[in-house]
Nanobody, 124 residues
Framework: QVHLVESGGGLVQAGGSLRLSCAASTRTFSSNVMGWFRQVPGKEREFVAAISGGGGGTYYADSVKGRFTISRDNAENTVYLQMNSLKPEDTAVYYC?????????????????WGQGTQVTVSS
């Protein structure tokens, strides 16, 4: 069982930055692929980024590539999402998720554990 808790969301102006954190309660954090997804009301949850267990592999949605950076600290059981150059269309509830294995990391159905989400609002 993996318990995930996100934090760091808030209100920011367009062009600003936020850093989301996701703390995991598990003794096997470094064996989990971690992903970030986001969702707006009425739409499906959308893949944002993922990072391999050791941190050496990352993958981003085209919509955030070059603006967002995913990282992790396995000593602290935490994964981060640094979001720069934020746009109003980045407004969503952001979720972190955990899975095993690097395959099909962009599909939410492959993730086993989810946090409760944190709201990010970008004003124009």
């Amino acid at each position: 069982q993996v318990h995930l808790v996100e934090s760091g969301g808030g209100l920011v102006q367009a062009g600003g930055s936020l850093r989301l954190s996701c703390a995991a309660s598990t003794r096997t954090f470094s064996s989990n692929v971690m992903g970030w997804f986001r969702q707006v009301p009425g739409k499906e949850r959308e893949f944002v980024a993922a990072i391999s267990g050791g941190g050496g592999g990352t993958y981003y949605a085209d919509s955030v590539k070059g603006r967002f950076t995913i990282s992790r600290d396995n000593a602290e059981n935490t994964v981060y999402l640094q979001m720069n150059s934020l746009k109003p269309e980045d407004t969503a509830v952001y979720y972190c998720a955990a899975k095993t294995g690097w395959s099909q990391i962009q599909f939410q159905r492959n993730y086993d554990y989810w946090g409760q989400g944190t709201q990010v609002t970008v004003s124009s």
